[in-house]
C-alpha cells in the first residue's frame, strides 16, 4: 500500500535561517505531489506542485521554493525563512490519470518561526 | 483565478441532526469535486468524490453530495450526524484540465451528544 512520510513534524526556526522539509511516498511511482500551507480559517493554500522529476509549478510568488530530485520525493525549502513563514505545511500526493484522482496527505510540519 | 467557498466557518449541531454544509466555486470548464475531512489529530482524508456521472454521490460514513453545475455548487449533506462526525470539513475542486487542487477554508462542524 502507499504512504506519505514528511517530517519533521515540528520544527522553530530563527529568522533568517534556512529551511528544509522533506516529503517521501512509498508504493506508488510516477504520482503528482503537493505542498500546502494550513492556516486556521484560511483553508488549504496550495504552495507547489509536480507532475514529474524537475518540474515544479509554483500557485503562489513567495519565500519559499520546491524541488523534486527524484520521483518520490519532494522538497520545499527557503534560504531565509520570514515570520509569516509560520504555519503547518502540508504533503500530498495523487496519482496520475486521465483525471485529477484524490489526493493523499502526509501527517504535516509545524513550523514556528521565532 | 479559480476559488473554492465553504459559507459556513464553524456549525455546532446537536446528534441526529441534519448536515448541510455549502460549496461553491468559480471554474468555467469542467471540475472534479472532493469533500475531505480532517478529524481532531489527524490528517486530512477523503470523505467522497465527484467525476462525472450520477451528480448525487455518496461518501464514506454516510455523507453524500450533490452537484448542482447550474449553480457551480457541491453541497455535502448528512441525514443524521453523531458526534463522532466533529471534524473539519474541506471542499476541493481541480479542473480537468490541469494539476491544481484548490481547498475552501474549511467548516469546522462541533456535533453536541
Known amino acids: 500500500s502507499q504512504t506519505i512520510h514528511q517530517w519533521p513534524a515540528t520544527l522553530v526556526q530563527p529568522v533568517g535561517s534556512p529551511l528544509s522539509l522533506e516529503c517521501t511516498v512509498e508504493?506508488?511511482?510516477?504520482?503528482?505531489l503537493y505542498w500546502y500551507r494550513q492556516a486556521a480559517g484560511r483553508g488549504l493554500q496550495l504552495l507547489f506542485y509536480?507532475?514529474?522529476?524537475?518540474?515544479i509549478s509554483s500557485e503562489v510568488p513567495q519565500n519559499l521554493s520546491a524541488s523534486r530530485p527524484q520521483d518520490r520525493q519532494f522538497i520545499l525549502s527557503s534560504k531565509k525563512l520570514l515570520l509569516s513563514d509560520s504555519g503547518f505545511y502540508l504533503c500530498?500526493?495523487?496519482?496520475?490519470?486521465?483525471?485529477?484522482?484524490?489526493?493523499?496527505f502526509g501527517d504535516g510540519t509545524r513550523l514556528s518561526i521565532l | 483565478a479559480q476559488s473554492v467557498s465553504q459559507h459556513n466557518h464553524h456549525v455546532i449541531l446537536s446528534e441526529a441532526a441534519s448536515l448541510e454544509l455549502g460549496c461553491n466555486y468559480s471554474?468555467?470548464?469542467?471540475?472534479?469535486l472532493f469533500w475531505y475531512v480532517q478529524y481532531p489529530g489527524q490528517h486530512l482524508q477523503l470523505l467522497l468524490k465527484?467525476?462525472?456521472?450520477?451528480?448525487l454521490v455518496k461518501g464514506i460514513k454516510g455523507f453524500e453530495a450533490e452537484f448542482i453545475k447550474s449553480k457551480f455548487s457541491f453541497n455535502l449533506r448528512k441525514p443524521s450526524v453523531q458526534w463522532s462526525d466533529t471534524a473539519e470539513y474541506f471542499c476541493?475542486?481541480?479542473?480537468?484540465?490541469?494539476?491544481?487542487?484548490?481547498f475552501g477554508t474549511g467548516t469546522s462542524l462541533t456535533v453536541i451528544p
Open positions: 500530498a500526493w495523487s496519482s496520475q490519470g486521465p483525471r485529477n484522482q484524490p489526493q493523499h
Open positions: 508504493g506508488t511511482s510516477n504520482p503528482n
Open positions: 509536480s507532475v514529474g522529476i524537475g518540474q
Open positions: 471554474y468555467g470548464g469542467t471540475v472534479n
Open positions: 465527484y467525476f462525472s456521472g450520477d451528480p
Open positions: 476541493a475542486v481541480t479542473p480537468n484540465t490541469g494539476n491544481q487542487f484548490y
